[in-house]
């Protein structure tokens, strides 16, 4: 372990100069194409430990901790989404397009994978990782432009509830791998993965439901951000503790005092004034992290797996949306705005990996070396399709 009189200002030093970085690109990001995430996290790989290694490595062997603290900020925004009111408008919307768009993701790199070496089980263990979406990268694209338009609200819903349907079906993927490859059945796997989610949705409640009544309370009709943050850092950390989704855990917390609050005017205020700087964090170390060298150990999977999960995700939130009635401008870019993927998605493959550590290299390599594709170019995707949408559904007055 570093000496602590080296190690503390090297990570100050580090943090600032991150933070400084993140000053740029935002700069930088709002006048050109590439959304700040897709910036971040390349600046991240150009100098992280197979760059330029100027990131000191008390920060880099910390990275699970920036991430957990920023993915716990993105959920509770998330939770925000669920406003019943607003939910009656939109839901039939929600439900078809991330439902369908998370199955058909399922089948379609299941499909793919077939014409590879991969044991069936390992396939669909595989293609339910897939059907995930990351909310980060999407949540930090909307919020550039301040105030959410309609398309990205819906966006928003849709991609909450996704998180959702893709650890259900994580949950069946793993009893499937447990049947196949573990002596007895896959029911104590199962039961693991639905403690993971409903455990967390218990939690969130819990947490939500006084903490609707008790904050906003010092300020009249607005948390605190020390209110807020407590929230959020209690929550998560327990979820921790409990061993069940703490993104879930925040996600439903937010629900909770965004439809329980009477007296609060906006909640999440304070929150979103300070997501920036989390962000940022988490996407340059998520660049340093990432391990570019693993694409050449499964580079033709890799391929089969990044196109079929675009082609599956874009074509269920098609038909989710053709079903549901939404508009054409809706289904035509719902789909292109939902690929990025990382945060959830590795989440999951590291838990596959610690139980079956036999197929530990494939797993880790193949969803790490698609994170590298869906998290440098599934945002600039989505901003594309967030501004064609805009454009169709708001046109300029």
């Given at each position: 372990m570093q000496d602590i009189s080296l190690a503390l200002p090297q990570f100050f030093v580090g943090i600032g100069g991150i933070l400084l970085v993140g000053a740029a690109v935002d700069f930088i990001g709002r006048r050109s194409i590439f959304p700040r995430v897709?910036?971040?996290?390349?600046?991240?790989?150009?100098?992280?430990?197979?760059?330029?290694?100027?990131?000191?490595?008390?920060?880099?062997?910390?990275?699970?901790?920036?991430?957990?603290?920023?993915?716990?900020?993105?959920?509770?925004?998330?939770?925000a989404q669920f406003e019943l009111q607003a939910l009656k408008l939109s839901s039939k919307d929600i439900l078809w397009i991330s439902i369908i768009?998370?199955?058909?993701?399922?089948?379609?790199?299941?499909?793919?994978?077939?014409?590879?070496?991969?044991?069936?089980?390992?396939?669909?263990?595989?293609?339910?990782?897939?059907?995930?979406?990351?909310?980060?990268?999407?949540?930090d694209i909307i919020l550039e432009k301040?105030?959410?338009?309609?398309?990205?609200?819906?966006?928003?819903?849709?991609?909450?509830?996704?998180?959702?349907?893709?650890?259900?079906?994580?949950?069946?993927?793993?009893?499937?791998?447990?049947?196949?490859?573990?002596?007895?059945?896959?029911?104590?796997?199962?039961?693991?993965?639905?403690?993971?989610?409903?455990?967390?949705?218990?939690?969130?409640?819990?947490i939500g439901i006084p903490a609707a009544y008790l904050t906003g309370r010092i300020r009249p009709g607005q948390p605190t951000l020390v209110e807020a943050l407590g929230l959020v850092f209690t929550c998560g950390g327990l979820a921790n503790w409990l061993d069940v989704s703490f993104l879930i855990a925040v996600m439903t917390m937010g629900a909770m005092i965004t439809n329980m609050a009477t007296h609060h005017e906006y909640p999440f205020h304070e929150i979103e004034n300070i997501e920036w700087p989390f962000m940022v964090i988490f996407f340059v170390l998520a660049g340093a992290s990432l391990d570019v060298s693993a694409l050449k150990d499964v580079t033709w999977v890799a391929v089969i797996y990044v196109a079929f999960r675009s082609v599956g995700k874009y074509l269920g939130a098609w038909l989710g949306a053709k079903i549901s009635g939404?508009?054409?401008?809706?289904?035509?870019?719902?789909?292109?705005?939902?690929?990025?993927?990382?945060?959830?998605?590795?989440?999951?493959a590291l838990i596959?990996?610690?139980?079956?550590?036999?197929?530990?290299?494939?797993?880790?390599?193949?969803?790490?070396?698609?994170?590298?594709?869906?998290?440098?170019?599934?945002?600039?995707?989505?901003?594309?399709?967030?501004?064609?949408?805009?454009?169709?559904?708001?046109?300029?007055?």
């Amino acid at each position: 372990m570093q000496d602590i009189s080296l190690a503390l200002p090297q990570f100050f030093v580090g943090i600032g100069g991150i933070l400084l970085v993140g000053a740029a690109v935002d700069f930088i990001g709002r006048r050109s194409i590439f959304p700040r995430v897709t910036l971040l996290l390349v600046m991240g790989i150009l100098i992280g430990d197979r760059g330029l290694a100027i990131i000191p490595p008390l920060l880099t062997e910390n990275f699970e901790l920036a991430a957990n603290i920023a993915l716990m900020v993105v959920g509770f925004l998330l939770g925000a989404q669920f406003e019943l009111q607003a939910l009656k408008l939109s839901s039939k919307d929600i439900l078809w397009i991330s439902i369908i768009a998370a199955l058909f993701t399922l089948l379609f790199v299941s499909f793919g994978l077939l014409f590879t070496h991969l044991d069936f089980a390992l396939i669909i263990l595989l293609a339910s990782i897939a059907s995930a979406t990351a909310p980060a990268p999407i949540v930090d694209i909307i919020l550039e432009k301040q105030k959410p338009s309609i398309f990205s609200s819906l966006l928003l819903k849709i991609v909450a509830l996704d998180d959702i349907w893709a650890l259900l079906l994580f949950s069946i993927g793993l009893a499937t791998m447990t049947m196949f490859y573990r002596e007895g059945s896959g029911l104590d796997a199962l039961f693991h993965a639905s403690y993971h989610l409903l455990g967390a949705l218990l939690l969130g409640t819990l947490i939500g439901i006084p903490a609707a009544y008790l904050t906003g309370r010092i300020r009249p009709g607005q948390p605190t951000l020390v209110e807020a943050l407590g929230l959020v850092f209690t929550c998560g950390g327990l979820a921790n503790w409990l061993d069940v989704s703490f993104l879930i855990a925040v996600m439903t917390m937010g629900a909770m005092i965004t439809n329980m609050a009477t007296h609060h005017e906006y909640p999440f205020h304070e929150i979103e004034n300070i997501e920036w700087p989390f962000m940022v964090i988490f996407f340059v170390l998520a660049g340093a992290s990432l391990d570019v060298s693993a694409l050449k150990d499964v580079t033709w999977v890799a391929v089969i797996y990044v196109a079929f999960r675009s082609v599956g995700k874009y074509l269920g939130a098609w038909l989710g949306a053709k079903i549901s009635g939404a508009p054409k401008v809706v289904r035509n870019w719902i789909g292109l705005a939902m690929l990025p993927q990382a945060g959830v998605e590795i989440g999951m493959a590291l838990i596959a990996a610690n139980q079956f550590a036999e197929y530990a290299q494939t797993i880790l390599s193949l969803v790490i070396s698609s994170t590298i594709f869906f998290e440098l170019i599934g945002p600039i995707l989505t901003r594309i399709a967030i501004g064609k949408a805009d454009n169709a559904l708001e046109p300029p007055k």
